[in-house]
């Protein structure tokens, strides 16, 4: 996995240049933003195996390679790019919830609070820029996806009140669904609200580094 992470970093870090420093150099995205997927996805397979809830987050990263490519083609496919996220958050959610036990009653509530009215903020101005935008038809999409991966968060979360998930892998879950959450809402802030000063790379960045935050700590839940 080791080697598979450096070069999973190697290919994240010339993404990151590839829309900043070297944005000419268009080709460079076409090739390092899917191969940061690939390998973190390869690196993964092979030391879980795809065993227990491994495969839901197997499942997920390929989800998500699919829709890091529906993103980048020279026309967009907006929505096939938003449902192949959608359905990576759904796999997710899975393996997270899986083998639960016992639902920590007011952590869960107070969890539930904070990342709705948080939500509800978010998404408010997004949905008035998209609007502004003449993207009316993008609302409803946008607002099914900001559910689910605010649902994502909160079973990434809850995991550290789980006895089921010792503290390392919990830890570094709920980071990593922390920074695939933070880079959504860049993203979306970005495109739809005000552009956002070096807004491409932070999304980049905070979306690269919460994957893998994500894998990282299901290998630390499911082998070590």
């Given at each position: 996995?080791i080697?598979?992470?450096?070069?999973?970093l190697?290919?994240?870090?010339?993404?990151?240049l590839?829309?900043?420093?070297?944005r000419?150099?268009?080709?460079?995205?076409?090739?390092?933003k899917?191969?940061t997927?690939?390998?973190?996805?390869?690196?993964?397979?092979?030391?879980?195996?795809?065993e227990?809830?491994?495969?839901?987050f197997?499942?997920g990263?390929?989800?998500?390679?699919?829709g890091?490519?529906?993103?980048?083609?020279p026309?967009?496919?907006?929505?096939?790019?938003?449902?192949?996220?959608?359905?990576?958050h759904?796999?997710?959610?899975?393996?997270?919830?899986a083998?639960?036990?016992?639902?920590p009653?007011?952590?869960?509530?107070?969890?539930?609070?904070?990342?709705?009215?948080g939500?509800t903020?978010?998404?408010?101005?997004?949905i008035g820029?998209?609007?502004?935008?003449?993207?009316?038809?993008?609302?409803?999409?946008?607002?099914?996806?900001?559910?689910?991966?605010?649902?994502?968060?909160?079973t990434?979360?809850?995991?550290?009140?789980?006895?089921?998930?010792?503290?390392?892998?919990?830890?570094?879950?709920?980071?990593?669904?922390?920074?695939f959450?933070?880079?959504d809402?860049?993203?979306a802030?970005?495109?739809f609200?005000?552009?956002?000063?070096?807004g491409?790379?932070?999304?980049?960045?905070?979306?690269?580094?919460?994957?893998?935050?994500?894998?990282?700590?299901?290998?630390?839940?499911?082998?070590?």
């Amino acid at each position: 996995m080791i080697y598979t992470l450096v070069l999973t970093l190697i290919f994240a870090a010339l993404d990151w240049l590839a829309v900043t420093i070297w944005r000419k150099w268009k080709i460079l995205e076409y090739i390092a933003k899917p191969l940061t997927l690939v390998t973190l996805t390869v690196g993964f397979a092979l030391v879980t195996r795809l065993e227990g809830i491994a495969l839901w987050f197997g499942l997920g990263l390929l989800l998500s390679l699919a829709g890091d490519i529906f993103l980048m083609l020279p026309r967009e496919q907006f929505i096939a790019g938003l449902v192949a996220f959608l359905l990576a958050h759904v796999a997710y959610i899975i393996g997270l919830t899986a083998g639960m036990t016992a639902l920590p009653t007011l952590w869960a509530g107070m969890l539930i609070i904070v990342l709705g009215v948080g939500l509800t903020r978010v998404m408010k101005p997004i949905i008035g820029g998209l609007k502004a935008k003449g993207l009316t038809r993008l609302v409803m999409p946008v607002q099914v996806y900001g559910l689910v991966i605010t649902a994502m968060l909160f079973t990434a979360m809850l995991t550290v009140y789980r006895v089921e998930w010792n503290a390392s892998a919990a830890a570094l879950v709920s980071a990593g669904a922390f920074l695939f959450y933070l880079s959504d809402i860049i993203l979306a802030w970005h495109r739809f609200v005000n552009p956002i000063k070096n807004g491409r790379v932070m999304n980049m960045v905070t979306y690269h580094l919460g994957q893998m935050l994500l894998a990282t700590g299901v290998i630390f839940q499911v082998v070590m």
